[in-house]
């Protein structure tokens, strides 16, 4: 299993760059598939982005190609996700997930280790 805590959130301005990262406090980093969900109050869970095992290969929501970039250290067993050009729609806490194996799913239900999120502000 994989025990995880995510940091680099923050309140911004529209238009700069964050970048989060998750940490596992274990050894077993690398046989999970990880994934970045965000979620507002009031709202369900939205899939981000997902990269497997090896980092070779990774999979976003649809409207999250162009400024989100999801990549890992498997040596330092760190997951990140890139954001560029906030926009106040970004705005939701961050939690980032993992699931044993290489797995292809968005529904977060998929995933059973789940870090405590990390808030993401922007203003406009």
């Known amino acids: 299993q994989v025990q995880l805590t995510e940091s680099g959130g923050g309140t911004v301005q529209a238009g700069t760059s964050l970048r989060l990262s998750c940490a596992d406090s274990g050894r077993e980093f690398r046989f999970h598939t990880m994934a970045w969900f965000r979620q507002v109050p009031g709202k369900e869970r939205a899939f981000v982005a997902r990269?497997?095992?090896?980092?070779?290969?990774?999979g976003y929501a649809d409207s999250m190609h162009d400024r989100f970039t999801i990549y890992r250290d498997n040596a330092q067993s760190k997951l990140y996700l890139q954001i560029n050009d906030l926009q106040p729609e970004d705005t939701a806490t961050y939690f980032c997930?993992?699931?044993?194996?290489?797995?292809?799913?968005?529904?977060?239900?998929?995933?059973?280790?789940w870090g405590q999120g990390t808030q993401v502000t922007v203003t406009s």
């Open positions: 990269i497997e095992m090896s980092g070779s290969g990774a």
């Open positions: 997930a993992g699931a044993r194996g290489n797995i292809y799913f968005k529904d977060p239900q998929r995933y059973p280790y």
